[in-house]
């Protein structure tokens, strides 16, 4: 189905949280090369993925509400349609209601992208562009669509934000990550990341542009998902060590072959 991206963003103010409901969009990541959504596991209080490097992948957005939505995409602390330092506040993508839509790479422009591919860190597009901390880390910021109606009374301006209130609460905004640092060091230090998402070939991926007003300056849902490669979440217990395999003996057997072999000629 079409997705249409939103070009203009609205400014929030520097206090947000996600409201706790249920999710109006399910988040999955999906290996473009082998055509299967990748397995997810949960630990240490988080979801993670275990990504192979040189894949090409996609994230899946599927909208569980019968309203519109706009969806901020991160992708290693980077917003996958302008590039910046990934906020809520900025563009994102709109999906109608019910619609699923697979966003493959990071937008270049309205008709094509640059495809998300698994890669070692340090080629990753984060990285390369001086900003290497929140590689690992795939997220989404929804927010529902404001509902139009004839003013019945007379509008007046906003109050002027209290900055002391905003530096206060941005700060509480800031104490999960320094939560889930703190659940790193618990095994073993601070995680080293492995692998991280690549700036890859050009994609003919098109989209449309639309208007839309957020109900709120908070995010309806706030959800990520933490990846790395398989022997790297082995390592930290995320993923479970696979089963040894055992040969079978080398034994003498009456009936080695089904049918009497010619003998060799000298």
Do not use: C
Not at 94 to 119: C, H, M, N, Y
Not at 151 to 174: H, L
Not at 215 to 227: C, I, K, N, V
Request: overall charge positive.
């Amino acid at each position: 189905m079409r997705k249409l991206l939103l070009l203009s963003a609205v400014l929030l103010a520097a206090a947000w949280r996600p409201a706790a409901a249920r999710p109006l969009v399910d988040l999955s990541v999906v290996d473009r090369d082998d055509g299967q959504a990748l397995p997810e596991y949960r630990a240490r209080g988080e979801t993670w993925i275990a990504g192979t490097p040189g894949h090409r992948y996609a994230v899946r957005l599927a909208n569980r509400s019968d309203e519109r939505v706009l969806v901020v995409l991160s992708v290693d602390g980077v917003n996958a349609v302008s590039g910046q330092d990934a906020d809520p506040g900025q563009a994102g993508y709109v999906l109608g209601p019910w619609e699923t839509a697979e966003i493959a790479g990071w937008r270049k422009s309205l008709d094509d992208i640059a495809q998300f591919v698994f890669t070692d860190l340090p080629d990753s597009y984060a990285a390369r562009t001086g900003r290497p901390d929140n590689v690992g880390v795939i997220g989404i910021a929804v927010f529902r669509e404001r509902r139009v109606y004839p003013p019945r009374y007379p509008r007046y301006a906003p109050p002027v934000a209290d900055a002391t209130r905003e530096s206060s609460a941005a700060a509480k905004a800031a104490a999960p990550a320094a939560e889930s640092s703190a659940a790193d060091s618990a095994y073993g230090g601070v995680a080293r990341q492995s692998i991280g998402t690549g700036h890859g070939a050009r994609e003919w991926a098109p989209v449309g542009s639309t208007s839309f007003m957020r109900a709120s300056s908070r995010p309806a849902q706030l959800t990520q998902m933490r990846y790395d490669d398989h022997a790297s979440l082995v390592a930290l217990g995320v993923v479970p060590p696979p089963h040894p395999r055992y040969p079978y003996p080398q034994v003498p057997r009456a009936f080695p072959q089904g049918f009497v072999p010619d003998p060799p000629r000298w």
